[in-house]
């Protein structure tokens, strides 16, 4: 069973950046392949989508933080990012990276319901 693994969180203050990283933890998982997303949850809310990318590198963001987070992935290494910019106090979060391996046609991206594979997040905190 494929695993995923996200690192890189951490608390930073208002402002600053953080890179987050997500690998599978098994071989056999071929990134370029699949399309692959960011989520967030903080305790007592449901988890939202924060960013997500197909396999041709179409992206797309939460209203939420668009034009402050990107997201990528190097497929040749199997390595997903997310680099955070311009953090807020409401981007604390625990972020999850995911995977969509068994879509058919485009990937819709920001869907939970869509995603196959998940990690055990990282958590990120911002300070004000």
């Known amino acids: 069973q494929w695993q995923l693994e996200e690192s890189g969180g951490g608390s930073v203050e208002a402002g600053g950046s953080l890179t987050l990283s997500c690998e599978p933890t098994?071989?056999?998982?071929?990134?370029?392949?699949?399309?692959m997303a960011w989520f967030r949850q903080t305790p007592g809310k449901e988890r939202e989508p924060v960013a997500g990318?197909?396999?041709?590198?179409?992206?797309d963001y939460a209203d939420s933080v668009r034009g402050r987070f990107t997201i990528s992935k190097d497929d040749a290494n199997n390595i997903l990012y997310l680099q955070m910019n311009n953090l807020k106090p409401e981007d604390t979060a625990r972020y999850y990276c995911?995977?969509?391996?068994?879509?058919?046609?485009?990937?819709?991206?920001?869907?939970?319901?869509?995603?196959?594979?998940w990690g055990r997040g990282t958590l990120v905190t911002i300070s004000s």
């Open positions: 995911a995977a969509d391996v068994y879509y058919t046609g485009s990937c819709r991206l920001l869907e939970d319901e869509d995603m196959d594979y």
């Open positions: 098994a071989s056999g998982f071929t990134y370029g392949r699949y399309c």
């Open positions: 990318v197909d396999t041709s590198g179409r992206t």
